[in-house]
């Protein structure tokens, strides 16, 4: 599928393994499964700030079917927050904030890795797998403490502690002595951080 070509280019290398060959130059290099039937063409990423390899998530080729159920993966293809929660006990997980576009919902969804077997049922590697775990919302910004993820929603700070399931908690900001809300509940929350033990909130009314 790359429009990559070596028609003007010099060679200066060739190798063959079997129907497999190598083609190199000074732009890339070039390998052909049938004995040069078909070629695929790769040049090295000089780029130091680019990506080495870009995989396109979306919302139609992330839904997950098991056996009679349809899970949705990314809510929708417009990604208004991303955010990585390092774990002490196991991979990193990715939490997207998605909105539709032509398709979807407004919702929240977790990347997670999941091994990738062989005909034998043997790991030969690791694909990230998408879930959807809450609809009806998006989030502007995520926060991580340990296992909990806090995400900043137009209805408030929601709390998820790790588990990764559909059970979201709303963060009630109450004064410890008067009582009364710090944040009147359905206020939208536009930012969140945790700093140490604070969770911070940015609010349009300040911080």
Known sequence: TSTLNFTDDTLYVMQTVGDTLFVGSSNGWAVSPDAGATWAVFQGNLDSLGADLVVNYTYSNTVN????FIILGLTGDFIPALGVQYRDDGPAR????????????????VGYWVPVLDTLGDSVGVRIKWRALYGGDFAWNYAFYGDSVFAATNSGVLVNYGDTSEVWDTVKFVDPIEGYDLLAPGTAV??????????????????
Do not use: C
């Not at 079917?65 to 009679?68: A, L, R, V």
């Not at 990715?94 to 969804?109: A, K």
């Not at 536009?190 to 911080?207: A, C, K, N, P, R």
């Open 65 to 68: 079917i098991d056996s009679s």
């Open 94 to 109: 990715i939490w997207v904030s998605g909105r539709p576009v032509s398709l979807g919902i407004n919702g929240m969804s």
């Open 190 to 207: 536009y930012s969140v951080d945790v700093i140490g033990e604070d969770l911070w909130v940015g609010t349009s009314d300040g911080t």
